[in-house]
């Protein structure tokens, strides 16, 4: 035997859904093809040394994947900054910056520092 065995009656059927019914449940909807991509190659989720790759367990049966909503609830979960104990920052995201405005903030820092009579 490769693996357990679905027990058999409607129960052991509906605990496992089609890629399109998956797509229909997630929040938002998403393409049924995203739901395959997120089995075959899952996302990345977190930031910085808590980043880490998830991906969506599925079974393929009769040569069309299956998940179960169990799964599909957990991978959302996973892929949330809730989950992984993060808290949003207030107001805006910080924007990503060149090298040329990256050095002029240094350089204002370091003048208010002098200003304030802080040596460096």
């Known amino acids: 035997m490769i693996g357990p065995r679905l ?4 129960a052991a059927r509906e605990d496992y859904l089609s890629v399109t019914r998956a797509a229909e449940l997630t929040p938002g909807g998403v393409p049924p093809s995203c739901i395959v991509r997120w089995i075959k190659r899952g996302v990345w989720a977190g930031h910085g040394a808590a980043r880490r790759r998830v991906f969506l367990a599925a079974s393929k049966c ?6 179960r909503a169990a799964d599909l609830s957990s991978f959302i979960e996973a892929t949330t ?9 207030a107001g805006p995201s910080p924007r990503r910056t060149g090298p040329v405005l990256r050095r002029r903030r240094i350089e204002r820092a370091l003048a208010a520092c002098r200003a304030m009579g802080v040596q460096i």
């Open 7 to 10: 027990q058999d009656g409607p």
């Open 62 to 67: 009769g040569g069309r994947w299956r998940v």
């Open 81 to 89: 900054d809730g989950a992984l104990g993060i808290q949003p920052t």
